[in-house]
């Protein structure tokens, strides 16, 4: 069988722990020097929900990434009640009425469908940067004239270095990440004292977060919501015109949710989460110690669904895992929904495209296209 492009982007991204992931055959397994592995969705799912013995804090787990760069209150690195009130300060940010015209204003939409009715190739990764950028600036408070494309790769810059078998920062790496977050948040900090409510950080001071609170979220929000999207919208639009779904989503706007969602699973942008074990349990009869790393292989688990099935629409049994679940699910989710229809509209409105040029990024962390340039068929 001939390698499809799904499979060159994860292997591209990752050529030694993909495949050394896939190796494992049992639900839960322990890989020397890598940690617990659990590629079976229900399984997963438990360690999501069981915060009790699993953390996002402690050895192995993600805030021995995020700390040093982002500060020790950042909830993907916080458990219990403080990351659940910070969470619910948050909440509002996320609801429609605030995302949509954020998205609206940071997705140039009828510009994208009108360049390619006039026959233009676009380069659908190109298009998803500059889009991160402009949604970055809305974040950290910048005015979109001041944004450039550089914007989205310093900020992609400071995941570059990790991998699973390494999956901190050096010192160094660490210092050149905390220095770009302090000159991003300069404009957030001005946003958040003006407590301007049309900037993003000005609303989360009209929410009730701190100024500190509020800095950490833009943080969290600008290196957690980027890649993800920038990785995801193109992969869905490949993954559309290869199996020949552009079309028949065309003809029927029934199909685009059950559709997203399957590219999602399909996808699973973020490929892996981690846990660090607080107390002693087992995992399907697999015995943990405390400070062992549990590696909750989603990419895994959503494959075992089968292939892209809109109709099928296998996704659905699996309530969204791609974003996580628990205490922890993607809060971002409800953006990356709205991004990802309006992107997926505005090519539906210009009528069939054809892919004409693309190359899966190497060595990255999220696994993507470096381009994808569509022009209409
Ligand atoms: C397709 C796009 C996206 C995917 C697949 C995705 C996936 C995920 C996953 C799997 C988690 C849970 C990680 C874990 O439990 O270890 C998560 C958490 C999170 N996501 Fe997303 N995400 C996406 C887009 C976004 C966007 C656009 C934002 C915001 C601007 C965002 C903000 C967050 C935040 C803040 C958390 C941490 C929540 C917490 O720890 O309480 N994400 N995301």
Redesign the pocket.
Known sequence: MSTTWEERVLRAAHPVAVPALRASRRPVQRIPRLGVLVRDAAVLRSV?MDSDHFS?SGPGA?SDLWTPVLGPAV??N?EGAD?LAL?RKLGPLFSPSYVDPLVARSLPSAALTERLRRGETVDLVAEAKRNASI?ISQ?VGLPVDEVDDALFERVSSITRFVRLSRPRLTETQAAAARQILADLTTHARAAWREGDESTVPGRMRGLGLGEEEAMG?VG??VL???E??V??IPRLIALLVDTGWMPRLANDAALVEPAIAEG?RVT???PV???SVVAETSIEGVSVRVGDRVILA?FLANAAAGAFDPIGNPAASLKQL????????????P??MA??RATLGALLDAGPVRIVERRAARGVLIPSYASLSVTAA
């Open positions: 999501l996002k993600p909830l993907l916080m990351h969470r949604m974040l979220a969290a929000f957690t919501g980027t993800t999207l990785s995801y999602l699973t942008p973020s989460m981690l846990r989603t791609w974003f996580g679940a628990g205490s922890h699910f993607c809060l971002g989710a953006l990356a991004q990802t």
